[in-house]
């Protein structure tokens, strides 16, 4: 569905950020990006709507080589490409209803969207969005008037109401608490089944990926170096993404015996 | 122990500039030269004796403002300055709103952003009376020249400060309306504008009441308003009148004033 080909992003600083990345994600399938701060996972799902310009490279989507568009076809396949943020990026002056309405500006007019006059059957799947992530009483609050598992879900009510194929989703937790980052992370992948989408996180919270995904992807400086199922995720194979750390490591108990394996996992839900 | 060394440690901040001969000498030449420049200004004490009279006759002017007898003139005065400086900051802000937008470094390509900030940069070197004087000379004299010279100080002023504050805004949000797939008007009209909306209404405000103290400046020169009133009654040595079309323009502006500031309140 998604084909990314030897993709290759280098800044005009000269910094490289991928060297010849490739990946395949079939229909439906959610997958989560891990790798170290710099690895290049904003880059390269900013590479697949455009947002960033590959240097080279293909990214093709549903048989559409999305690298070689004009600005307008561009604009049309991106509306095929939903897409969720760290920070939420919601627009903060406009309320809940227009941000989840932006979702449809590549479908309507101008004037229309200036105007606010969304088609009748835009505004009725908006307001279904909203009830599905609970945010339907919200829809005149104005987005910085809500919470920060709140925004988020006012931001993935925006990507769906494009009614995309695909989701790109960069680091949707880290500005959110434990307990609020595992309910966003259920949502979307929910939402993914629900609407039988493909959805590409990044993440750098590798418990949390664990948890959720069915494959994950580990890059480090431009480069994939891991691909699988998240119970191959062995301590050699986060060394090779994240460099030396003794992974195993558990803290010792006040008797010096080593606490619960499940202790493990919730460290590892802290790693950044 | 280990307090004795740490008392014997001291700290001061660094000074701005590292080198204290440089630090001495930039300090010791700017003295000499205020020194020397105040002597240039030979200060003569008798006129200064004699204007004191003259001010003492403002004052008295002002203790008894005179409203009545050029009522007329300048209550004509001040509706063409009011007309003036209405019409001059909404031809400017509506021009100084594409200027803005193209002098914004991250929305425009390089060539309209030179040219817009170019544009910007003349209309902020030319001084209010000296574009008045420019725009008599061509239009003659009356409200026109007013008109055109308070839009092109309005464009300097506000394109300006808007393209500050779109180089200023939060670029997320623009980055989720373009991944949206949303046109670049959509992009301004959903991305940028709510950002930049409650400063662009406070600073049109603001330009608003300076628009109306210019237009009594302008005036002068024979650009229309009430500066031409004005300056009629200080010829005719109507100080009184003076006073009461001072008075006014100071009720005016700060009426102005006080209402900006309730509607700045509102939008924030």
Redesign the interface.
């Known amino acids: 569905m998604l084909c990314v080909e030897r993709l290759v992003k280098q800044y005009p600083t000269g910094d490289t950020a991928l060297r010849g990345v490739a990946l395949e994600v079939p229909a439906g399938q959610v997958l989560a990006l891990i790798g170290p701060s710099g690895a290049g996972k904003s880059t390269l799902i900013r590479c697949v ?1 455009r ?1 960033v310009e590959p240097t080279a490279g293909r990214v093709v989507l549903e048989g559409e080589d999305v690298t070689a568009l004009g600005p307008a076809a561009l ?5 095929r ?1 939903g ?1 969720i ?1 760290q ?1 939420f ?6 309320s809940v209803m ?1 941000n989840v309405l ?6 309507v007019g ?1 004037w229309r ?2 105007f606010r006059r969304f088609p009748p059957a835009d505004v009725e799947e908006a307001f279904r969005l909203l009830d599905r992530v609970e945010l339907t009483e919200c829809c005149d609050k104005r987005a910085d008037a809500l919470s920060g598992g709140q925004r988020q879900r006012v ?1 993935i009510a ?1 990507a769906l109401l ?1 009614n995309p194929r695909i989701l ?1 989703v960069d680091e949707p937790t880290a500005s959110l608490d434990p307990k609020t980052s595992r309910q966003i992370m259920r949502l979307i992948c929910e939402l993914c089944r629900e609407r039988k989408l493909a959805a590409l996180i990044n993440m750098h919270d590798v418990g949390l990926a664990r948890l959720f995904v069915e494959r994950i992807v580990g890059l480090r400086q431009g480069t994939i170096v891991y691909d699988g199922s998240p119970d191959g995720l062995t301590p050699e194979v986060l060394t090779t993404i994240y460099g030396e750390e003794d992974w195993a490591e558990r803290r010792r108990g006040p008797g010096g015996e080593e606490e619960e394996p499940e202790v493990d996992e919730q460290r590892l839900a802290g790693l950044t | 122990m280990t307090g004795v060394a740490a008392a014997a440690r001291r700290w001061t901040a660094p000074p701005l500039i590292a080198d204290p001969w440089l630090r001495r000498g930039l300090a010791l030449g700017a003295a000499v030269y205020l020194a020397l420049a105040l002597g240039t200004l030979s200060v003569s004490w008798r006129r200064v004796w004699e204007g004191l009279d003259r001010g003492a006759a403002f004052l008295v002017g002002f203790a008894r403002p005179d409203f009545v007898s050029r009522w007329v003139e300048i209550s004509e005065g001040i509706l063409e300055s009011l007309v003036m400086t209405v019409v001059a900051t909404a031809i400017g802000i509506l021009l100084s709103i594409p200027v803005g937008l193209g002098a914004a470094r991250n929305l425009a390509p390089r060539p309209v952003y030179l040219l817009c900030r170019g544009l910007v940069a003349a209309s902020r070197t030319l001084q209010e009376v000296i574009v008045a004087i420019l725009f008599v000379a061509m239009f003659g004299f009356g409200p026109l020249a007013g008109v055109l010279t308070l839009s092109f100080a309005t464009i300097g002023f506000l394109a300006k400060l808007l393209a500050e504050d779109i180089e200023d805004t939060d670029p ?2 623009a ?9 670049w ?2 992009l301004l ?3 940028i504008q ?2 930049v ?2 400063r662009l209404i406070g600073l049109s405000l603001y330009r608003l009441d300076i628009n109306f103290r210019e237009s009594a400046v302008i005036g002068i020169v024979g650009a229309g308003g009430v500066g031409a009133t004005l300056n009629t009654a200080f010829d005719r040595y109507e100080y009184a009148t003076a006073a009461a079309i001072l008075m006014t323009i100071i009720a005016i502006v700060m009426a102005a004033e006080y209402a900006s500031g309730l509607i700045r309140r509102r939008v924030q």
Do not use: C, D, H, K
């Open positions: 709507n947002l604009r049309r396949a991106r509306r490409m897409m943020f920070e990026a919601l627009v903060e002056r406009l227009e932006s979702g449809r500006l590549g479908y101008f969207s200036w931001g925006r494009q790109l | 997320a949000p980055e989720a309306i373009r991944a949206t797939g949303a046109s008007l959509q009209n959903y991305g709510p950002q909306m409650p």
